[in-house]
């Protein structure tokens, strides 16, 4: 007999209670533990600042420090030259943003250096900090995300909806921002022309990858979703529902170029969300055509007699270079010993 049979039916809700609870409680030391951490790197950035000013020291302070808070502290990683020096950029670009200075404490400081390290915009750098903080992009993500310009495809670019006409103003200001003109799929490993089931099994199989690309606040509710009316069964090709808008979101791919007339298949499958599907609670279904490309002429004048909100973006598979090009660029070694080189010279210049 195993013993925890000897205390009952009682005992399991009691050891998933209690498991929870240490769970939690890590999480909560972690986030206490990062809150921390960017805390102090954010006085160190202060005060080497400071010091250069009052006592007119140039670059040669950062590395002497980093060397003597290596040796007070054997076995850190953070007290490097170069992580110094980020300390002290972090602290002169947010100083005077108090926006940026709420999130940057937020999230961890590994993906704080690569926001302040890759990406030089104000409005961009909130973005992607809000990602992290909102949705605990990991630092892998966050990197794919900036590389994919998720911050150009979702908050720049003119996107193509009917979302101002379908829905009440303070729900479609969020539904525009809830959705990109453009969407980097290139993690499917997709380097040809697919069939849309393939391309849907694709996108099933890595869903996680697809809902962090789509953005903060969709979850998964099913692919060839199926709605029963009129003892006919339709299949949507995904169905997702997004927690921030209270809407289910439709899903058409597409792997041709955009036509009018999936606009009115689109229209009529949220009709059919609506009626048969969505909550009392719920806001209006809204769609999304995925498709390789459009001509936005179409698009706007397929979607001006559409009552429903419907968006049209497109899709990019992959982004890998063609041989003739490949052949012009340092592989991935050259890359590193590069980079390893102008790290080591700036440590001891």
Known sequence: MKEPEIFGNDYNPFLIEITEQIQQARIHAAQLVNKELT??????????????????WGQAIVRQLSKDLIKSFPGTT????????????????????????????????????????RVKEEDARAYYL?????MGWT????????????????RLVDKQH?????????????????????????????????????LERRMVNKIKNVLLELGY????????????????????????????????????????KFKPEYAGKMNFYLNLLDDFVREADENPSIGIILCTERNRFEVEYALSGI???VGVAEYQLTKVLPKEFQKKLPNAEELEAELTKEIFEMDIA
């Not at 805390?39 to 007119?56: D, N, T």
């Not at 921002?177 to 022309?193: C, N, W």
């Open 130 to 134: 809000s990602c992290v903080a909102d």
């Open 307 to 309: 009552d429903k909100p």
């Open 162 to 198: 009917n979302f101002k006409k379908a829905l009440p103003v303070h729900l479609a200001e969020q539904a525009d921002l809830a959705i990109k003109d453009t969407y980097v799929l290139d993690f499917l490993g997709i380097q040809k022309p697919v069939l849309e089931a393939e």
């Open 78 to 117: 953070g007290f490097s030259a170069r992580n110094l020096w980020i300390m002290r950029q972090i602290y002169i670009e947010y100083v005077d943003n108090p926006k940026l200075q709420l999130l940057a404490a937020l999230i961890p400081w590994s993906q704080n250096v690569e926001i302040i390290s």
């Open 217 to 256: 606040g969709f979850t998964f509710m099913g692919n060839q979703y199926p709605i029963k009316a009129n003892d006919t069964e339709y299949l949507v090709d995904m169905l997702l529902y997004n927690r921030r808008l209270k809407s289910l979101v439709a899903i058409e791919l597409k792997t041709t």
């Open 139 to 154: 630092k892998v993500v966050l990197i794919h995300q900036i590389k994919g310009q998720a911050f150009e495809r979702h």
């Open 39 to 56: 805390k102090l790197y954010w006085s160190i950035g202060e005060r080497i600042v400071v010091a250069q000013k009052k006592y007119g």
